[in-house]
């Protein structure tokens, strides 16, 4: 997955309103009106919203009848799942790295210093 698409990914996550929307998609489809019902702000707010999801392809919308019916993609959360895993498998390498250094018997030498005269020292 592209940076740019994590960035969005991330920004339409970042907001309760639009991860409350993906929560309840996860038990299936409903219509852009039950999906509202349960914020407090105006509908053009709340289709806003809705946009974001479907601009970082989390959610796709269609009509049926007079309803338009909103559906998870999970695939687009998989994406960031991945990016998340590789994430946690960098810093726990590099923690592992750190904890074997931490550990070990030996202690470590400051690297030496080059030897430079002191001008208070050194007189020509």
């Given at each position: 997955m592209v940076a740019a698409d994590i960035d969005v990914?991330?920004?339409?996550?970042?907001?309760?309103?639009r991860r409350a929307v993906i929560e309840r998609l996860g038990l299936g489809p409903?219509?852009?009106s039950e999906l509202a019902a349960p914020?407090?702000?105006?509908l053009?707010?709340?289709?806003?919203?809705?946009?974001?999801?479907?601009?970082?392809a989390l959610v796709h919308s269609h009509k049926e009848g007079r309803a338009r019916v909103v559906r998870l993609r999970p695939q687009a959360l998989r994406a960031?799942?991945?990016?998340?895993?590789?994430?946690r498998a960098l810093w726990s390498r590099r923690l592992d790295?750190?904890?074997?250094?931490?550990?070990?018997?030996?202690p470590i030498d400051p690297p030496e210093q080059p030897s430079c005269p002191?001008?208070?020292t050194s007189r020509p």
């Open positions: 990914l991330f920004h339409a996550l970042a907001h309760p309103a409903a219509t852009v914020h407090a702000m105006a053009p707010t709340f289709l806003e919203h809705l946009r974001v999801l479907e601009a970082a960031g799942e991945r990016w998340l895993a590789d994430q790295q750190l904890d074997a250094f931490l550990q070990s018997p030996e002191s001008p208070l």
